[in-house]
């Protein structure tokens, strides 16, 4: 009898080892190289094996997030992976209400079982994304070859710092593929951030389809040609008409997909400046409807030209900057017009906010604007830059009555800020705080380390590189951001709701230039919105991004390379 208990215990032993032979191989802080960091990880002894049997389990109302995880496994496995929401897996995704904060998880690993607990859905899915940095980064070719694929064992608990964590996109002045947005949308996931901004009208462009104003996109979407050279060093125009926008269709899509990865996408619809495209498909949005499109530096096209000589004046703009012409504040027709607008954004968009731009609005029209004038003595404002606050607050208190909030680049603070406006800080971090001191909720995104249009090398490489608007912001200067400046007490830093990397595609006219610029940059400012200030390390960081960068490969995006180029650092 003992003889027979010693065979069945050897025999069980035996079983077991062969079920999952790595139950107790030792795991090292190499093999948990996430980005952002978490706010906590214990490494564990031993590796879970993914095999033909691995199946992902988890409740109807986590089927969006369980369904993404089967999808990848089985992608990156070349095993069919399941999700299933009865029984049990060794794969369990489950709702937790007991942990804290809203977008928290905890993420536990054993050789057995995977278990990721979330506040709610949006908390699993970001446990999902740790996972996913946790198998080898090379498999995300989809090539899994025939290595035993394992994940290391751990505990993690982790949140983000903040709960505001964007990307930008500008489709203004280079319009890009439905593809490519989605394929933006995947990176913005991986990184855990949570915020698409869709820049989606411009002086070079309006890309979104108003059912009510179709000359927005027949006129509106087409410029008749492009400077070459960076902006007041023109080398000439390319003499070719450009142009594209997004069904209403496409954008549902869009949205969708966004919703399904957690990111909210907020709109920005530029107002009162900025605004050449919509002027030049309805030029009565113009204080001077009859005055020609002033081309900068006479580089218009020749296309352009001869629409205006054949009596049409208003033209899509063709160069970058900023210009007079922009929506008249003294003309009713101009609110009915937005409101018309916003009245079709609104329904394709279920984000709380709504970008109203609110930048670089020139006021030289308005001083000699007989109905702007008339606007100002009506209404007691004594400037411009009051007109453009009564004009602001005028479309915030439309928005608010459809249960929508606004937000503003950091102008909208000039002549007084809306009641329930969000600023935008771009011009340096002064804006934001005193947004901040007037008690407004702030995004931060200085010019000084979140504009991904700038260089990723020094003023004398930049003939080594593809033409940029100027200015250096290296991986690094972005790591080292706090958006919660110290001019601000401790309870005026509870406004900063994050940090935002913004992406003006002036200059960026393919999707593999956008994804040069942009990472690894991106990946940096995640862990600035991210990871807790006191677990921030710069070496630590870099010697993570080498891990990032295989991902990249894998992934098949375009990146810089020159924060890999120095010596690697081995400090971990």
């Not at 710092?161 to 002045?173: A, E, I, P, T």
């Not at 496409?250 to 920005?268: C, F, L, N, S, W």
């Not at 020094?458 to 940029?468: F, V």
């Amino acid at each position: 009898m003992k003889r027979c208990l010693i065979l069945l215990l050897l025999t069980c032993i035996l079983f077991s080892a062969c079920v999952n032979p790595y139950r107790s191989s030792k795991n090292s802080a190499s093999d948990y190289q996430i980005i952002p960091k978490p706010v906590s990880l214990e490494i564990v002894k031993g590796k879970f094996l993914i095999t033909p049997e691995t199946k992902i389990s988890g409740t109807l109302d986590l089927e969006n997030e369980g369904q993404y995880l089967a999808s990848f496994l089985t992608l990156t496995t070349k095993m069919n992976i399941p999700f299933v929401t009865e029984g049990s897996g060794t794969i369990e995704l489950k709702i937790d209400k007991s942990i804290n904060e809203d977008e928290g998880y905890i993420l536990l690993v054993t050789p057995d079982k995977i278990l990721i607990s979330g506040k709610n859905s949006k908390g699993v899915f970001y446990g999902i994304q740790t996972l996913r940095q946790l198998i080898p980064a090379s498999l995300e070719a989809g090539n899994s070859g025939t290595d035993k694929i394992t994940i290391p064992a751990v505990t993690i608990k982790d949140n983000p710092r903040f709960s505001y964590r964007g990307m930008h996109l500008d489709v203004g002045r280079h319009i890009f593929p439905v593809s490519f947005v989605k394929k933006y949308i995947d990176l913005i996931a991986l990184h855990k951030m949570n915020t698409l901004h869709w820049h989606l009208t411009e002086d070079q462009g309006w890309r979104i389809e108003i059912k009510k104003y179709p000359k927005l996109t027949e006129i509106g979407s087409k410029r008749y040609g492009t400077i070459t050279g960076r902006f007041h060093q023109e080398t000439g125009n390319d003499q070719t008409e450009y142009g594209g926008f997004y069904t209403q269709e496409e954008v549902k899509d869009i949205v969708k997909y966004a919703t399904q990865r957690h990111i909210t996408v907020i709109p920005e619809i530029e107002l009162p400046g900025h605004a050449s495209a919509a002027i030049a498909s309805y030029p009565f949005l113009s204080c001077f409807p009859d005055e020609p499109t002033f081309v900068t530096n006479n580089m218009g096209s020749k296309a352009g030209k001869e629409a205006q000589a054949k009596g049409n004046p208003k033209i899509v703009q063709e160069t970058w900057g900023v210009f007079d012409d922009v929506f008249c504040a003294g003309n009713e027709k101009t609110f009915a017009f937005l409101e018309d607008v916003l009245a079709e954004i609104i329904p394709l968009f279920p984000s709380e906010y709504v970008h109203i731009g609110g930048d670089e609005c020139p006021k030289s029209n308005w001083q000699r604007c007989p109905a702007c004038q008339k606007r100002m003595k009506d209404n007691k404002l004594a400037n411009e830059h009051e007109l453009q606050s009564y004009f602001i607050q005028r479309m915030e208190k439309y928005l608010k009555a459809k249960g929508k909030k606004i937000i503003g680049w950091d102008e909208i603070l000039e002549g007084g800020l809306a009641p329930n406006a969000t600023v935008m800080s771009w011009r340096g971090e002064k804006g934001g705080i005193e947004a901040a001191k007037q008690h407004h909720n702030v995004i931060m995104t200085p010019g000084t380390h979140c504009y991904f249009d700038k260089y990723q090398v020094d003023k004398q490489d930049y003939t080594k590189e593809p033409l940029a608007i100027g200015g250096f912001i290296s991986v690094e200067k972005v790591y080292g951001y706090d958006p919660t400046p110290d001019a601000l007490t401790a309870e005026e830093k509870k406004y900063v709701l994050g940090a935002q990397g913004n992406v003006w595609t002036e200059y960026m006219d393919t999707t593999n230039y956008v994804e040069y610029m942009v990472l690894p940059r991106m990946s940096a400012l995640s862990e600035v919105v991210w990871t807790p200030k006191e677990n921030k390390n710069w070496n630590d960081f870099k010697f993570r991004l080498n891990t990032m960068k295989v991902r990249y490969d894998a992934l098949g995006v375009n990146y810089a390379k020159h924060v890999f180029e120095t010596k690697k650092d081995s400090t971990h």
